[in-house]
């Protein structure tokens, strides 16, 4: 079929061409001397997008979920008490790598529809009078659902109790695309992969390792090799790796956050929440709804859309990859068959969010959900253009 494949799953995402190209070169010696300067650079753009001056980068050949994995290794003991949240497919993962661990995990079941209430973190810990709980695990954006819970008033609930438990947070679908704070919300790790907003392809995990996480590893007994973060860090500072690093990927790291850099984080920031009201208008010119249920909570990477009673979002999927390369995110879980999920985030502008939600509007009147045809269409692009004239105005 002629034509580029839109993959709009919020992950992976789409990898730029400068990306493709900077990836695209002779492998180098991994403990040849050009390493240290090309790390070095990695990591100064990485603390900057994760805002941190405090932060220790760390890299693992690996997925998001390997982050999981060296996050929970390095921080906690077997028969360690952990309080978690099952808001969704992902958060629900990330607690049962702590439960493989035989941590005693104290995972509460939300609805999937909304984000970790502040106020249930504060009364969670308050009334742990002994301090048994050790981290909160928390994942910032819900890739199931398109829920955003607010990590800075998590981190205040934590303060207010005077609790010294760990706050550890799965960034994976909102880094560099969803304002996150390391340092002014005092995160203790955070984790991400390449894949999303960092525009790569899948394969490197990358975390931020706060000083008392770091302080946390050199007590914890939990067997490791791989995963112990602290040979890790030890030899980056040195600008290599105790394992064979992927260097290629190094590359393309590099010149994502140079890309990142270049546009500004604020931009950035401010492009995904443009591009993904878009969407969101189109969604409510469609007469569906959103499935995340407070408009505090959406989330600027994805947008979840709840199907109509009697029919099944896999109908939606395959005709949109059947008839027009359109790739969309299925339900997860609980979802299946209730939700589609519109990726709208890395390297993405104005017209491919256009493109996309045409794709949508006529995938959902083949699966046979009635929609007005150019609704969504004409509603997100109302928003975009009367965005583009706001900013040539101010600016």
Not at 126 to 131: C, L, Q, R
Not at 250 to 262: D, K, N, S
Request: glycine letters at 10%.
């Amino acid at each position: 079929m002629p034509g580029r494949h839109f993959l709009q799953i919020p992950g992976p995402t789409n990898v730029p061409d400068r990306i493709l190209r900077a990836m695209d070169r002779p492998v180098p010696d991994h403990r040849g001397p050009e390493l240290p300067a090309l790390v070095a650079e990695v990591v100064a753009g990485l603390r900057q997008v994760f805002q941190t001056a405090r932060g220790e980068i760390v890299l693992f050949p690996a997925s998001g979920t390997g982050a999981w994995e060296a996050t929970i290794v390095n921080t906690l003991n077997p028969g360690d008490h952990v309080l978690a949240f099952n808001i969704g497919h992902f958060s629900h993962m990330f607690a049962d790598v702590a439960r493989r661990y035989g941590a005693q995990v104290d995972e509460l079941d939300l609805p999937w529809d909304q984000g970790v209430p502040a106020s249930l973190v504060g009364d969670r810990l308050a009334a742990d009078k002994s301090h048994t709980y050790k981290a909160v695990l928390l994942v910032h954006n819900e890739t199931s659902t398109g829920v955003t819970s607010d990590a800075r008033a998590i981190r205040e609930a934590i303060d207010a109790t005077g609790h010294p438990a760990l706050l550890l947070v799965d960034t994976v679908s909102s880094f560099g695309s969803i304002d996150f704070r390391f340092d002014d919300w005092g995160i203790d790790v955070a984790l991400t992969g390449t894949q999303k907003g960092l525009m790569l392809p899948p394969g490197m995990a990358v975390l931020c390792v706060g000083p008392r996480a770091l302080a946390r590893a050199e007590q914890v007994t939990t067997p490791r090799y791989f995963f112990d973060w602290r040979p890790v860090i030890a030899e980056m500072q040195r600008g290599y790796f105790p394992y064979t690093p992927p260097t290629l990927m190094l590359y393309g790291l590099r010149e994502a956050v140079r890309m990142l850099q270049e546009e500004g984080l604020p931009q950035v920031l401010a492009r995904h929440l443009r591009l993904a009201e878009g969407v969101r208008r189109a969604v409510k010119a469609w007469g569906l709804q959103v499935l995340c249920k407070n408009p505090t909570e959406y989330s600027n990477t994805l947008t979840a859309v709840r199907m109509p009673e009697g029919t099944d979002s896999e109908a939606v999927l395959e005709a949109a990859e059947t008839h027009f390369q359109l790739s969309l995110g299925t339900g997860l879980g609980r979802l299946r068959g209730r939700v589609f999920r519109i990726g709208h985030l890395g390297a993405l502008n104005e017209l491919e969010v256009l493109a996309t939600v045409a794709g949508v509007e006529m995938a959902l009147a083949l699966a046979g959900v009635r929609v007005p045809m150019g609704a969504g269409v004409a509603a997100c692009q109302k928003f975009l253009m009367e965005s583009f004239l706001a900013r040539i105005t101010k600016g």
